[in-house]
């Protein structure tokens, strides 16, 4: 509710990620949208895909990540594709989407582990994210 009664140019961001941000804490503030545990997940995705500027990698974070949906693949993620780089696995990502269907209804937490061999190969390259 206080980010909501923010005007959006006080974020230091370019004007349409301000838009975005207040529209997106506005629908909060007031209800209209909700980010807990008892939301429906597929409800959620809808309502943030309305809202201009959120796209399918966001919504589909905010699945993973708020709503603790355990079947969410980001095949157009760069870790993700790091990742199945590095375990051999397709990284165009409508090959990868195929092949994650086999980690149904666990794809999150594959999703995870892809993320950390990525983190792993920066390390092992003395680089970070």
């Known amino acids: 509710a ?6 959006p140019a006080e974020f230091r961001l370019p004007e349409r990620r301000q838009n975005t941000l207040h529209e ?14 008892g939301a429906h997940r ?3 995705e809808r309502q943030l895909l309305q809202i201009s500027g959120i796209g399918p ?19 157009n993620d760069l870790g993700v594709q790091n990742g199945l780089k590095r375990a051999g696995l397709p990284v165009d990502p409508s090959a990868a ?20 061999l990525t983190a792993h190969n920066h390390e092992e390259e003395g680089t970070t994210r």
């Open 42 to 44: 597929d409800e959620v």
């Open 97 to 116: 989407a195929a092949a994650a269907q086999a980690w149904r209804p666990w794809r999150s937490y594959a999703q995870m582990h892809l993320w950390a």
């Open 57 to 75: 990698w966001t919504a589909g974070y905010v699945r993973m990540r708020a709503l603790s949906d355990p079947d969410v693949f980001l095949e």
């Open 24 to 37: 997106l804490v506005t629908r909060l503030a007031d209800g209209r949208l909700r980010l807990d545990p």
């Open 2 to 7: 206080a980010l909501a009664a923010v005007d």
